[in-house]
């Protein structure tokens, strides 16, 4: 059975840090890009960076030079490090990789609050 588990999100104030760890178990997707998403309340879900399977990195622009995404082929991981966190960075995160098929994980919360 496949899955993807992220975790680490939670609760920091803006210009705090988090990072995101997506463990994939049930099958090696070191030969496949994976992305992170978000869904923000009360929007629609978008992508925010995604990694080849060589390492190449393209992030949206809002998250450029702040967050980085990278992975452990190894250990069939996927990170992502989000420094200098904005309100409008609060949402849902999710892990996902299209192989045969699309697989997602099921997502942690981020919260950027005062």
């Known amino acids: 059975q496949v899955q993807l588990v992220e975790s680490g999100g939670g609760l920091v104030q803006p210009g705090g840090s988090l990072r995101l760890s997506c463990a994939a178990s049930?099958?090696?997707?070191?030969?496949?890009?994976m992305y992170w998403h978000r869904q923000a309340p009360g929007k629609s879900r978008e992508s925010v960076a995604y990694i080849t399977p060589g390492g190449a990195t393209t992030y949206i622009d809002s998250v450029k030079g702040r967050f980085t995404i990278s992975r452990d082929n190894a250990k069939n991981m996927l990170y992502f490090q989000m420094n200098n966190l904005k309100t409008r960075d609060t949402g849902i995160y999710y892990c996902?990789?299209?192989?045969?098929?699309?697989?997602w994980g099921q997502g942690t919360q981020v919260t950027v609050s005062q």
């Open positions: 996902h990789v299209v192989a045969d098929k699309g697989y």
């Open positions: 049930g099958r090696d997707f070191s030969g496949f890009t």
